[in-house]
Nanobody, 119 residues
């Protein structure tokens, strides 16, 4: 019913930049929260950044000051601008959409996009 399609991953050198996009489609009728998670093999999936429908943002300490999350509410699209990239940023990045209802929250995930930072 709801689908998230990610794009923008790739390989860049340390210090470079990437911009990830995630477009949500389907029946979205409630206030939503969108974010980005990342995961490497053998590690837990960690929150990178989140943005509410009102534009409030939160970031992991490891990316604060380097990454910027934004959204286009009309398009149900979230972006992640990643600057000053480091090798430790290498991971599969997953887009997340939370549909927040009065009594529960429904969570959806994108397919993941590989981000590799290497010389």
């Amino acid at each position: 019913q709801v689908q998230l399609v990610e794009s923008g991953g790739g390989l860049v050198q340390p210090g470079g930049s990437l911009r990830l996009s995630c477009a949500a489609s389907g029946s979205i009728f409630t206030i939503n929260r969108m974010g980005w998670f990342r995961q490497t093999p053998g590690k837990q999936r960690e929150l990178v950044a989140v943005i509410t429908s009102g534009g409030s943002t939160n970031y992991a300490d490891s990316v604060k000051g380097r990454f910027t999350i934004s959204r286009d509410n009309a398009k149900n699209t979230v972006y992640l601008q990643m600057n000053s990239l480091k090798p430790e940023d290498t991971a599969v990045y997953y887009c997340n959409l939370d549909l927040i209802y009065s009594d529960f929250t429904r969570r959806y995930w994108g397919q993941g996009t590989q981000v590799t930072i290497s010389s």
